[in-house]
C-alpha cells in the first residue's frame, strides 16, 4: 500500500487547506493508503538564504526531507495568493530541493506522484495557483496527477462537507485522491 504525506500549503492555524488536504487524507486511506499529516509551520522554516544553507542547516529542513523521502507521494491542498501558491509552500518547496551529502539531487520528489488541491473563500477557490504550482513539482522531479480540485467559497463548502450535509465538494476532491492512490500504488510497485 503507498505511503503518502498529506499538508496544507499554509502557516494559519485555521487554514482552509490544511482541512481540505485532511480530508483528502481521509479518503486516500479508506483506499488503502497510509497517510502522514503534517503542517508547514511545524517545521519552523527561515526563508531560504544560501548562507545559512553553507553555515548550517535549519533542523526542519532536515525533518521536513525526511518526511519528504519516506513517502511515496503527496497530497497538497494550497492556498493562492495574488494568483500563485504561497510562499511559504515555495519556501518548502526550495529548501527540500537542496540535496543533502550523499544524496542523489531532488530525492525528495523524484519518482513520486503527487495530487494537487486548492481552497479559498473566493468563488474559484485558488484555481489559478495549481498550474503554477504543477509546473513547480514537476520541474522537480516529481508525477502530478492530471485531475485537479478547487474548493471556492471553501469557508461553507468545507464545514458543509465535514458535518455531511454536501458531499458535493467531497465528489471534486475524490478524483484526485484515486489517480494519487493509484500513481502512488503503481510507482512503489
Known amino acids: 500500500m503507498p505511503m ?3 499538508f496544507g500549503g499554509s502557516l494559519r492555524r485555521d487554514s482552509l487547506n490544511h482541512r481540505l488536504a485532511m480530508i483528502a487524507a481521509d479518503e486516500a486511506e479508506k483506499l488503502g493508503a497510509t497517510v ?3 503542517r508547514l509551520h511545524d517545521y519552523a522554516l527561515p526563508l531560504f538564504n544560501q548562507d545559512l544553507e553553507d553555515e548550517q542547516v535549519p ?3 532536515f525533518a521536513l526531507k525526511d518526511d519528504l523521502i519516506g513517502v511515496d507521494g503527496f497530497l497538497i491542498a494550497s492556498p493562492e495568493y495574488n494568483g500563485f501558491f504561497s510562499a511559504a509552500l515555495k519556501n518548502a518547496l526550495d529548501w527540500a530541493s537542496r540535496p543533502r551529502e550523499h544524496e542523489a539531487p531532488m530525492a525528495c520528489f523524484k519518482g513520486k506522484v503527487a495530487g494537487l488541491l486548492a481552497a479559498s473563500p473566493g468563488a474559484l ?6 498550474p503554477h504550482l504543477r509546473l513547480q513539482i514537476s520541474n522537480l522531479g516529481a508525477h502530478v496527477v492530471p485531475p485537479i480540485a478547487a474548493i471556492g467559497s471553501a469557508h461553507s463548502v468545507l464545514s458543509a462537507l465535514t458535518e455531511g450535509s454536501d458531499d458535493t ?19 512503489g510497485q
Open 4 to 6: 503518502l504525506l498529506a
Open 36 to 38: 502522514k499529516r503534517v
Open 59 to 61: 533542523d526542519g529542513v
Open 125 to 130: 477557490g485558488g484555481l489559478r495557483a495549481l
Open 169 to 187: 465538494a467531497l465528489k471534486r476532491i475524490l478524483p484526485v485522491v484515486h489517480a494519487t492512490v493509484h500513481a502512488a500504488r503503481v510507482l
